[in-house]
């Protein structure tokens, strides 16, 4: 087992794999340079340029968390780790640059669902750096920063070590406030990597526009407390002010009891639930956290919570956690929260 300091052999899956192709790209170009013979000069000319040209729009050189990778091509073998950078890939029309996905957390994308499940599962949970290997990829994608965790193995400098490149989801990249505007950065930034920025460009459209018809909707209607419950029974998990979910409330038309919360998440306590009287709550689904029914039980439940303005008139609203992350479900969040916080507004 990988103990985090073993460094893979000379041959990898991915360097036999670049091996490979350079020796193919020699051959190729041997092989033109064979038959000049029965060609003029010129065509051998054009062989030899056409194996050396680079992709159009390459290279392209990405700073991502401080680790800069220059791309020669787009990634053509992809591992993602978590879901919502699977569905942000599959999103951009990317299915046959995917190799492997892993730890599904939320029901996918209804439109996404056939694509996404006719990739294999390397993992229910973050996968080991040597089932990683396995897949051959030439380019891991992770969501949360426990996708590169170094203390399980699988840091980006092992797998800069063993050839493959590395991304990390923009939103684990540092502790500032993260805003629609990463979703869209995120998706503009992976359309370069793969060389279809015309996709992400159209694909930032719609969600622009999902995000403004929500928000124009409930435009002028008052602010309407929303508590957001992540997990917890002794203490309460919940977003706070720079998660990306206190920006999802405020476009549809909510405030974030807990946004001076100087956090993406952190515990508060049942009394300043009760204390800050949130008219709405906002219930993170995910697999890891037990059901929404049992987060719904636990909730109306608890006689210190019964006077609640959301828990007395049962007001709840469910999120997939993939869609509070950066993302192309966040989008569709902001229409979803919005009905729920406003439900008279579309009526």
């Not at 340079?33 to 992709?55: I, K, V």
């Not at 290997?133 to 996708?147: I, K, M, Q, R």
């Not at 997990?231 to 974030?256: H, Q």
Request: include cysteine.
């Amino acid at each position: 087992m990988y103990d985090g300091t073993f460094r893979p052999p000379l041959f990898t899956p991915a360097r036999r794999r670049h091996a490979l192709r350079a020796t193919a790209a020699a051959l190729a170009l041997s092989a033109a340079l064979l038959t000049a013979g029965c060609g003029s000069s010129q065509d051998t000319a054009r062989a030899a340029e056409a194996t050396a040209m680079p992709a159009d729009g390459f290279p392209v050189t990405i700073d991502n968390c401080g680790v800069k990778t220059t791309y020669d091509k787009p990634p053509s073998r992809v591992v993602t780790v978590h879901q919502h950078p699977a569905e942000l890939m599959l999103a951009l029309g990317l299915k046959n640059r995917m190799v492997g996905t892993s730890f599904p957390d939320s029901a996918v994308l209804p439109e996404l669902k056939q694509d996404y499940e006719s990739i294999p599962e390397l993992a229910k949970k973050e996968p080991s750096f040597e089932t990683v290997l396995e897949a051959d990829p030439d380019l891991v994608y992770g969501g949360y920063g426990s996708a590169f965790a170094e203390n399980e193995g699988r840091s980006r400098q092992a797998f800069a070590d063993a050839g493959i490149d590395t991304h990390l989801n923009r939103e684990y990249c540092g502790k500032k406030r993260v805003t629609m505007k990463d979703t869209y950065d995120e998706v503009r930034t992976i359309g370069r990597i793969f060389g279809v920025s015309d996709r992400a460009d159209k694909l930032v459209a719609d969600l622009e526009g999902r995000v403004d018809k929500a928000a124009t909707t409930v435009e002028g209607e008052p602010e309407v407390p929303v508590f957001v419950y992540d997990s917890g029974d002794k203490t309460a998990f919940t977003a706070g002010g720079k998660s990306l979910g206190t920006e999802l409330i405020r476009l549809a038309g909510g405030k974030n009891v807990f946004g001076d919360l100087d956090d993406v998440f952190g515990d508060v306590s049942w009394e300043q639930v009760v204390e800050r009287r949130p008219e709405v709550i906002a219930i993170y689904d995910y697999a890891d956290a037990g059901s929404v029914g049992q987060k719904k039980e636990f909730l109306l439940s608890q006689p210190a919570l019964e006077d609640v303005p959301a828990v007395k008139n049962k007001r709840f609203v469910v999120l997939p956690l993939t869609a509070t992350l950066v993302g192309v479900r966040s989008a569709y969040a902001v229409g979803d929260l919005a009905r729920g916080i406003h439900p008279e507004s579309f009526a």
